[in-house]
């Protein structure tokens, strides 16, 4: 599964067609955050991902999960998204 990593600047209408694109080829997406702002612009991102794959006929769902990983050796919690054609 595809791993989009989503900060508190990355742009919501570009992450969305991201999104769209990996979820029209491969069904899934991951989406991974650290951050209030980084989510916030992640749950954007799906918004509009969801406005442009609704008109096929798909919706998606997500699904959330805290994940520990690990960057410049210190220990972070992050928020994983997958998103899925239901």
């Not at 769209?20 to 954007?44: C, F, H, S």
């Not at 008109?55 to 410049?72: A, S, W, Y």
Request: charged letters at 20%; proline letters at 3%.
């Amino acid at each position: 599964m595809k791993l989009l990593k989503v900060s508190s600047t990355s742009k919501p209408n570009s992450v969305a067609g991201a999104i769209a694109g990996i979820i029209r080829t491969e069904n899934k997406v991951q989406i991974q955050t650290i951050g209030a702002g980084a989510l916030n612009q992640g749950i954007k991102s799906i918004a509009i991902a969801r406005g442009f794959i609704a008109p096929t006929g798909q919706e998606i769902v997500c699904i959330p999960f805290f994940k520990d990983i690990e960057i410049n050796g210190e220990v972070r919690t992050a928020i994983v998204i997958n998103v899925e054609i239901r």
